[in-house]
């Protein structure tokens, strides 16, 4: 899913680029994206289908062979209602298999 990702450089130059989800959920996911950025840095990520925005931070992050970075991050608060995706109720139980 494409996102827009704002957020400030250290030098304080303001960016706004598309990034790219891998993997969602309701606490954050995982990025990819053409900048670098360390981690606990702050984002601010647009879902342009739903118009709904969520700050963020950076958890980790890793380059890959292409040049992108792979960025996994957290929501400051759960937001599963960022996604265009029907998560599990949080009250659902595991059960386990015989």
């Known amino acids: 899913m494409r996102l827009i990702l704002e957020t400030t450089l250290t030098d304080g130059t303001p960016v706004r680029l598309d990034a790219f989800t891998l993997v969602v959920n309701a606490h954050g996911g995982l990025l990819e994206m053409s900048l670098k950025v360390s981690k606990g840095h702050k984002l601010l990520l647009s879902n342009p289908v739903l118009g709904t925005r969520e700050p963020c931070h950076v958890v980790a992050t890793r380059g890959s062979q292409d040049g992108s970075y792979r960025v996994a991050f957290e929501f400051d608060k759960p937001a599963p209602q960022f996604w265009s995706l029907a ?11 015989n």
């Open 87 to 97: 998560f599990p109720p949080v009250d659902w139980n595991v059960v386990p298999s």
